[in-house]
């Protein structure tokens, strides 16, 4: 399963809720506002956007490092 998640908290709990009870290495991020999909944050995202830019998963959002506008299907 997926988690959903606000873009407002930090990567580092983003990361957490990834690896709680063997999810897949990805979640779903929702806007506070509208409640719709907005962006989807995965492990590659977080290896190449803020651990390789020397960047702490604690200061940053998951909305500033996330792939923003993903394609869905209905």
Same mark, same amino acid.
């Given at each position: 399963s997926i988690? #959903? *998640? !606000?873009? !407002?908290i930090s990567v580092?709990? $983003? $990361? =957490?809720l @990834? #690896? $709680?009870g063997n999810k897949t290495? $990805? %979640?779903? %991020? =929702?806007s506070d506002e509208t409640g719709k999909l907005v962006g #989807?944050?995965?492990?590659k995202d977080v290896i190449c956007r803020v651990i390789a830019q020397g960047k702490?998963?604690?200061? *940053?959002? *998951? !909305?500033? *490092? @996330?792939?923003p506008?993903?394609?869905?299907i209905s």
């Open positions: 988690s #959903i *998640v !606000s873009g !407002s580092r709990d $983003a $990361a =957490k @990834m #690896i $709680a290495g $990805a %979640v779903l %991020v =929702k #989807i944050l995965s492990e702490s998963v604690d200061d *940053v959002t *998951v !909305s500033q *490092v @996330m792939t506008n993903p394609f869905t």
